[in-house]
């Protein structure tokens, strides 16, 4: 894929997975999107990559979504991928007409990568070398194991555009925080600094940032060089105790009430706030309004 926003490469008994679209800061655009989840198809079932890393270019793990391509893309989406092999579309879809079919059609790809991280028979490993924001916080919450640079952050984030969280974010994080402190982090969104994440239970550990990517590597070379099939059943093992199984029905819970709501006035309040670098005004009116089409 040398002219995808996604980079893969093996470096020995290494998979390497790089979101390589700075210019966006690494968000996931449908392209993006569908790249990435056949580089964790890709490196899930290829033998040669005992272990797998995700990272970003530059600063930037991943902020999620790309919104300027949510906001181009309303009332445009192309769901052929959906269609049957005569060309129907599903029965009972059709286009809202909203924003949230933007979002369904990035979701599709990104929820699929995740099960797929998930059920591989290998750790995946996120490296989490600056901001992740949104989408890139349940990327990495969705990894076996996460390492942050010291410098790195990681935030919830949607709630800032009238969100409702998604890529598995508001699955795994009662079962790493348990559910009083993952409310915390949901209704509060602090940003928090890769020590605070490390304190809380998030992540597995930190790294300088001058030595990241060879401290990570290291990490995976050493996994690699481990009994990878024993590795693969004991992470079935401990996914299934934690109740992984879920994971796919609650990705799909996700998916629709993102969707849902990124339909209504709250999301195109938070979309406009975004692009106009103001802070969202959200208020008890916003669900007698319906949003109007010029809103962003």
Not at 165 to 178: D, H, I, Y
Request: proline share 4%; hydrophobic share 40%; glycine share 10%.
């Amino acid at each position: 894929m040398t002219d995808s926003p996604i980079r893969t490469s093996l470096d020995g008994d290494v998979g390497i997975i790089t979101i390589d679209r700075p210019d966006r800061f690494n968000s996931m655009d449908v392209t993006t999107a569908r790249d990435f989840r056949r580089a964790g198809l890709q490196f899930a079932r290829d033998e040669r990559a005992r272990c797998v890393i995700i990272r970003g270019t530059g600063k930037i793990f991943c902020s999620g979504a790309d919104l300027k391509y949510i906001r181009a893309r309303r009332g445009e989406t192309d769901f052929s991928y959906l269609r049957g092999a005569n060309g129907d579309e599903p029965r009972g879809w059709q286009p809202s007409g909203g924003f949230g079919d933007g979002f369904k059609e990035i979701l599709e790809y990104l929820h699929s990568t995740i099960s797929e991280i998930k059920r591989a028979p290998k750790p995946f490993i996120a490296a989490v070398n600056g901001v992740a924001a949104a989408g890139g916080f349940g990327i990495a919450m969705a990894c076996d194991l996460v390492y942050m640079a010291e410098s790195a952050t990681l935030e919830w984030a949607y709630h800032k555009t009238g969100l409702t969280g998604a890529e598995s974010s508001t699955f795994f994080l009662p079962r790493l925080l348990g559910l009083r402190k993952a409310m915390e982090l949901v209704l509060l969104n602090p940003r928090l600094s890769a020590a605070d994440a490390q304190s809380l239970g998030l992540i597995n550990g930190v790294f300088a940032d001058a030595t990241f990517d060879d401290d990570v590597m290291r990490l995976a070379q050493r996994i690699a060089a481990g009994p990878t099939h024993a590795y693969g059943i004991a992470k079935h093992l401990v996914n299934h105790a934690a109740g992984v199984e879920q994971l796919d029905f609650h990705l799909d819970e996700e998916l629709q009430h993102l969707a849902r709501i990124a339909d209504g006035v709250e999301f195109a309040e938070g979309l406009a706030a975004f692009f106009d670098k103001r802070a969202a005004v959200f208020g008890p009116e916003s669900s007698d309004r319906t949003p109007p089409r010029d809103a962003v």
